[in-house]
Nanobody, 121 residues
């Protein structure tokens, strides 16, 4: 069983930055691929960024490439999402997820409760 707790959301002006954190319980964190998803009101959930268990492989949604960076610390059992040059369209609830591979994160086994990110224009 893995429990995920996100933090770091908030209100920021367009062009600003935020760093989200997702702390995981358990002793097998490095076995899991991790992902950050977001869901805006009236829109479907989308994968923003994903990272392999080792941290060596990552992938990003086209809309955030060059602005967001996913990373992980397998000693601290934490995954991060550094978000720079934020835009109003980045406003959403952000969730982290843990699964067996990056390719299957949409059906991940474990999800956090979400953290709100709001970007004002």
């Amino acid at each position: 069983q893995v429990q995920l707790v996100e933090s770091g959301g908030g209100l920021v002006q367009a062009g600003g930055s935020l760093r989200l954190s997702c702390a995981a319980s358990g002793h097998t964190f490095s076995r899991y691929a991790m992902g950050w998803f977001r869901q805006a009101p009236g829109k479907q959930r989308e994968l923003v960024a994903a990272i392999s268990g080792s941290g060596l492989s990552t992938n990003y949604a086209d809309s955030v490439k060059g602005r967001f960076t996913i990373s992980r610390d397998n000693v601290k059992n934490t995954v991060y999402l550094q978000m720079n040059t934020l835009k109003p369209e980045d406003t959403a609830v952000y969730y982290c997820a843990a699964g067996s591979s990056r390719a299957t994160l949409n059906s991940a086994d474990y999800w956090g409760q979400g953290t709100q990110v709001s970007v004002s224009s």
